[in-house]
């Protein structure tokens, strides 16, 4: 069946831009998640989602950083403000309960 | 959170031969291990997954082995096939159900043909 799907693959900023990440969980998962993977490094939590509800986004690096799921289904990370920091590898991830099933990710590269 | 993975960052493999990708980590109230295989371009791929009231579980050519009295996990893969060239992470949570889970820094497996 379909798995996560993320939009876009990847994604050129500017310094100061803002972008808008997506993600379309497998269908049914009611949980979400977001992870941040810098380069040869293991993926960071960010932030999770059941249903709509944000339950947790203690690993947001900063007010920056913005994620929502208003109708449980599609979530959508938005960055303001870019920073050459925020350069890295985005993934979502999905999960009907317990194991976590990852989108391909979307690689920003912020110039 | 807890650092995840102290670890060898490499290793080559023959093809044929078996690996072993060992991991260590540091929370003792962890209860649920996973690893997790990420190919160049993708997203880390569950492969299998441990409760801490076992020390073994095998899956299909994949062995995960837990040791508690030294906080040590490893993976062992039998027979590697080139396609198992990818990076291996080890991810540790409080719960099976445990959404926050933490991430080694990964270790780089190449198989040699």
């Known amino acids: 069946g379909a798995g996560v799907s993320q939009s876009p693959r990847y994604k050129v900023a500017k310094r100061g831009q803002d972008v808008a990440l997506r993600c379309d969980p497998i269908?049914?998962?009611?949980?979400l998640f977001w992870y941040q993977q810098a380069l040869g490094q293991g993926p960071e939590f960010l932030t999770y989602f059941q249903n709509e509800a944000q339950l947790d986004k203690s690993g947001l690096p900063s007010d920056r950083f913005f994620a929502e799921r208003p109708e449980g289904s599609v979530s959508t990370l938005k960055i303001q403000r870019t920073q050459q920091e925020d350069s890295a590898v985005y993934l979502c991830?999905?999960?009907?309960?317990?194991?976590?099933?990852f989108g391909p990710g979307t690689r920003l590269l912020v110039l | 959170g807890e650092s995840v993975g102290l670890h060898l960052p490499t290793l080559s493999v023959q093809e044929g031969d078996n690996s072993i990708i060992n991991c260590a980590y540091s929370?003792?109230?962890?209860?649920?291990f996973i690893w997790y295989k990420q190919e160049s371009g993708k997203g880390p791929q569950f492969i299998i997954d441990i409760r801490s009231n076992m020390d073994k579980r095998q899956g299909q050519r994949v062995t995960v082995l837990l040791n508690k009295t030294v906080k040590h996990l490893s993976l062992q893969i039998a027979a590697t096939q080139p396609g198992d060239s990818a990076v291996y992470f080890c991810?540790?949570?409080?719960?099976?159900?445990?959404?926050?889970?933490?991430f080694g820094a990964g270790t780089t497996v190449t198989v040699r043909a």
């Open positions: 929370n003792s109230a962890s209860d649920y």
């Open positions: 269908s049914g998962h009611v949980s």
């Open positions: 991830a999905s999960s009907p309960s317990g194991t976590q099933y």
């Open positions: 991810a540790e949570g409080l719960a099976v159900n445990d959404y926050k889970l933490s």
